[in-house]
């Protein structure tokens, strides 16, 4: 595996179920982010993790709850989600502040 | 309110004609500027990253930076049917971890 990867790429739940993001980094990064991408608006930062120390919370509902056990890691756990939280879940990783590289996201639908 | 414009398009642009896309940003602490490509249903990917003002070239891609009225664009030379997608402007301040503001994107169709 090269680059980042996300796991999974596609993900059906309902407002009930609890579930997991998974993002992987493979190019020795220290910093990892969350993006929420919905349709025709920006992409919106949600969380990032600089060393595993979570650095920024951008005002995320608690139902969205962030996980990083090390730097090539992060996770995005997902629980009691409505249906405006259906989206494209990005992660990306970058070395210090530089440049971001993006992992191809979850397509995530809540019924 | 810290704001990234960009014109949502779409762009049209025959084949082989340079495409210019604008950015304009409202915070005058940006100091690094960021172009992203994001094709239809991808995720987005790096194309080019500017820091100084003036001209950065990158193969048939040039950013132009100028701080002094707060603008970045992109030209693409060129253009080939496979630079049809959509085109993200990002801007982050220098001492901030990761806080990178997009623009909305503008799309790019070229046409043969």
Redesign the interface.
């Known amino acids: 595996e090269t680059g980042v990867t996300q796991t999974p790429r596609h993900l059906v739940m309902g407002m009930t179920n609890k579930k997991s993001l998974k993002c992987e980094q493979h190019l020795g990064h220290n910093?990892m982010?969350w993006y929420k991408q919905s349709a025709?608006?920006?992409?919106e930062?949600m969380f990032?993790y600089?060393f595993k120390e979570q650095?920024?919370n951008n005002s995320v509902p608690s139902r969205f709850s962030p996980e990083c056990p090390n730097s090539s890691h992060l996770f995005l756990h997902l629980h009691t989600l409505q249906p405006e939280d259906s989206a494209?879940y990005?992660c990306a990783s970058?070395r210090e502040?530089n440049?971001?590289?993006?992992?191809?996201?979850t397509r995530l639908t809540v019924l | 309110q810290k704001e990234?414009e960009q014109n949502s398009g779409p762009l049209s642009v025959p084949e082989g004609a340079i495409a210019s896309l604008n950015c304009t940003y409202s915070d005058r602490g940006s100091q690094?500027f960021?172009w992203?490509r994001q094709y239809s249903g991808?995720?987005?990917?790096?194309i080019m990253?500017i820091y100084s003002n003036g001209d950065k070239e990158d193969g048939r891609f040039t950013a132009q930076l100028n701080k002094a009225s707060q603008y970045v664009s992109l030209l693409i030379r060129d253009s080939q049917p496979s630079d049809s997608a959509t085109y993200?402007c990002?801007v982050?301040e220098?001492d901030?971890?990761?806080?990178?503001?997009?623009?909305?994107?503008t799309q790019v169709v070229v046409t043969p």
């Open positions: 910093a982010y025709k608006k920006p992409l930062l990032v600089n650095t920024e494209l990005l970058s502040r440049e971001q590289f993006f992992g191809p996201g | 990234v690094s960021f992203y991808k995720s987005p990917e790096l990253f993200l990002a982050k220098d901030s971890w990761g806080k990178l503001q997009f623009g909305a994107g």
